[in-house]
């Protein structure tokens, strides 16, 4: 008999609702033959605050606590822009990053041969693309001390004001990032590429040397290392090359957004938050999309894609993951299109692209 998981789910704000519900959808096609669930909703974003005056009550952070996984939608409501910054509908997301202890983003970015014509790059370039973006969530320059503004105290423009900030990795910070990021390799292609700025920065220098070292646990894999500015060249000019991305938390902030573009739909990557326990947090890589929320338009398939990952990184099952996946490139290989990737045969709304999915999954 199987045990069941317990699921959180998080919907939160704008399309998150509509979404989540198509993922879910999927999940519940996979019930039986071995796998269980039970989902568990808690509010979150600005429909937590407006319920109990916080964007992420504590009944919420233990529910995720008490769950095998989370699969989060959205949060962020310009309503709420006047609010403290703790009470900010988005400030959600941090919190609960920090509860769960979640230090690791994994995105993922494919561009399948049938939407490669949607990429802003040129199609035979960018068809099979298949990259994992793994980025450190927790350190470096966002959350380094000291950092402020002041007055400048010499150098040419001393008695101006200047803000500075501190850029700051540990070695145990880096090791434990660059484990996930192998083993990521080892269950892809087994290529690694480090991003990094060696060349000017301390922090880098500690970065690439715990690196090479934590690659001798993984001999299997290869290791190559690119500075952060050519390796975003590379991303644009030859983005096949590319398996798995290891970066710190600034360089993958702006690498996995730029890679997010070859796929030419933000309703496509999908992002897996890990950290040191089984436990991780899954969504779209995209955000609430307020302009289109509640018509029936949104594309569903990166929050679907966000439940393969959570099956194959929380649940132990790579297998339901692996069909999901299947299913997803089956209905476009069908041309079943939502309207951000028009110019397909058939444009479909969010519900029948949820449906279509679950029918390739039979
Ligand atoms: P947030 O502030 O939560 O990040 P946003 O609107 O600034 O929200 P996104 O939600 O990432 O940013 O959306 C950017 C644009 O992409 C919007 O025009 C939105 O409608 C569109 N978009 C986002 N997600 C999807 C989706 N799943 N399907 C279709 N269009 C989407
Ligand atoms: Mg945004």
């Known amino acids: ?77 310009p309503r709420f822009d006047h609010l403290d910054a703790s009470l900010r509908p988005e400030r959600a997301i941090l919190g609960l990053r920090r509860a769960l202890g979640l230090f690791a983003d994994l995105k993922q970015v494919s561009v399948p041969a049938e939407l490669a014509e949607l990429s802003p790059l040129r199609a035979e370039r960018v068809a099979g693309v298949d990259v994992l973006v793994v980025r450190e969530l927790n350190g470096d320059v966002y959350t380094g001390q000291p950092r402020g503004m002041r007055v400048a105290p010499d150098g040419p423009f001393a008695g101006e004001r200047e803000g500075f900030d501190t850029m700051r990795y540990a070695e145990g910070e880096v090791r434990r990032i660059a484990h996930v990021a192998f083993k990521a390799a080892r269950r892809r292609s087994a290529k690694l590429c480090n991003v990094d700025k060696a060349n000017v920065l301390a922090t880098s220098r500690v970065w690439r040397e715990v690196v090479i070292d934590v690659a001798r646990d993984y001999p299997d894999v290869e290791l190559t290392h690119l500075y952060a500015d050519s390796a975003a060249m590379q991303l644009i000019s030859h983005p096949a090359r590319f398996d798995v991305i290891l970066a710190g938390n600034l360089f993958g902030d702006i690498l996995s957004d730029a890679a997010s573009v070859l796929t030419g739909s933000i309703g496509l990557p999908a992002s897996a938050l890990l950290g040191d326990a089984q436990r991780g947090m899954y969504e779209a890589g995209h955000g609430t999309a307020l302009d289109i929320t509640e018509r029936d338009i949104a594309n569903p398939l990166a929050c679907i894609r966000a439940a393969a990952l959570m099956l194959r990184h929380s649940l132990g099952r790579d297998d339901l993951a692996q069909r999901i996946e299947a299913a997803v490139t089956a209905v476009l290989r069908q041309g079943l299109r939502t309207a951000d990737l028009a110019g397909g045969s058939r444009v479909v709304g969010t519900t029948a692209m949820g449906d279509a999915v679950v029918a390739a999954l039979r």
């Open 1 to 77: 008999m199987a045990t069941a998981h317990r699921i959180a789910v998080l919907s939160g704000d704008g399309i998150g609702p509509e979404i989540v519900a198509q993922a879910v959808k999927v999940l519940q096609a996979l019930r039986g033959q071995g796998f269980d669930f039970e989902l568990r909703e808690a509010p979150v974003g600005a429909g937590a605050y407006l319920l109990t005056g916080t964007p992420l009550p504590q009944s919420t952070v233990e529910m995720a606590l008490a769950s095998d996984a989370v699969l989060f939608g959205a949060v962020g409501d």
